[in-house]
């Protein structure tokens, strides 16, 4: 473990997740100002389906001395994770099932001040997604923040998905052809790893293939947060696939 290059893994890994979304960064920084807008350059954070880290990555580097949970049930990307922050005090990861009802019970802590998510949620279809935003809900304290960052369909505008959709998978056709990584092929890179390997083969156990779930519209996920208790909720940030969606508790 100790000399694996966990720094080329994560490279590798934002690599691979700026091929579908270019915009990657900007959505982390725009999440990041509305973090220290709300609660402060100190917060306390929950990275709920934290994969590799890659939000408690920028939050550190900005915030210096904030603290982060990332929960996740992936063992090959908690690999990453662990390897990447070790020795980081101000860092835990913690393994559990968000579709588990009591998957809260084993965070170190009762509330925080910031819940983050990033492209992660999708796979839950809509009445699990609610289920966890009601535990989401209890997490946050009062006039802390929630955020969402993932791919969100509005199904009023079907013209306009189809015309976006085309032209991104457009822009992803041409860089393929330059050699950039998809996520099947990375994950074949990975599961060659001799420590990588191993957890890969369990983490396909675990999930099967990549599924989505069914994406519902901002407009789905702000009132649904709002019925799960939180005061305001709202899209502060979107490109023409995806949004990230604020709910203040």
Not at 67 to 90: H, K, N, Q, W, Y
Request: aromatic share 10%; charged share 25%; hydrophobic share 45%.
């Amino acid at each position: 473990m100790g000399d694996t290059d966990w720094a080329g893994w994560q490279r590798s890994w934002d690599r691979q997740q700026e091929w579908y979304m270019p915009d990657r960064e900007e959505r982390f920084r725009v999440m990041l100002d509305m973090v220290e807008a709300l609660v402060g350059p100190e917060p306390r954070v929950l990275d709920l389906a934290c994969g590799t880290g890659s939000i408690t990555d920028r939050l550190l580097r900005r915030f210096p001395g904030a603290v982060s949970t990332g929960v996740d049930l992936d063992p090959a990307l908690l690999a990453i994770a662990r390897g990447t922050f070790e020795g980081d005090g101000r860092v835990t990861f913690v393994t559990a099932d968000l579709k588990d009802p009591e998957w809260t019970k084993a965070l170190p802590y009762d509330t925080y001040d910031a819940v983050l998510t990033a492209t992660a949620l999708h796979w839950l279809h809509s009445e699990p997604l609610a289920a966890l935003y009601g535990q989401v809900a209890g997490l946050v304290r009062d006039g802390g923040v929630f955020m969402n960052a993932d791919h969100m369909i509005d199904p009023a505008t079907p013209r306009i998905n189809a015309a976006e959709r085309a032209r991104r998978h457009a822009r992803m056709d041409e860089e393929k052809a330059s050699g950039v990584l998809d996520w099947a092929e990375w994950w074949a890179l990975a599961a060659k790893d001799p420590v990588l390997a191993e957890p890969t083969a369990r983490r396909f156990e675990i999930y099967g293939d990549h599924a989505d779930g069914d994406m519902p519209s901002a407009g789905w996920h702000a009132d649904t947060l709002r019925a799960a208790g939180f005061g305001e909720a709202r899209p502060v940030w979107c490109s023409p696939s995806d949004t990230l969606l604020l709910a203040v508790k």
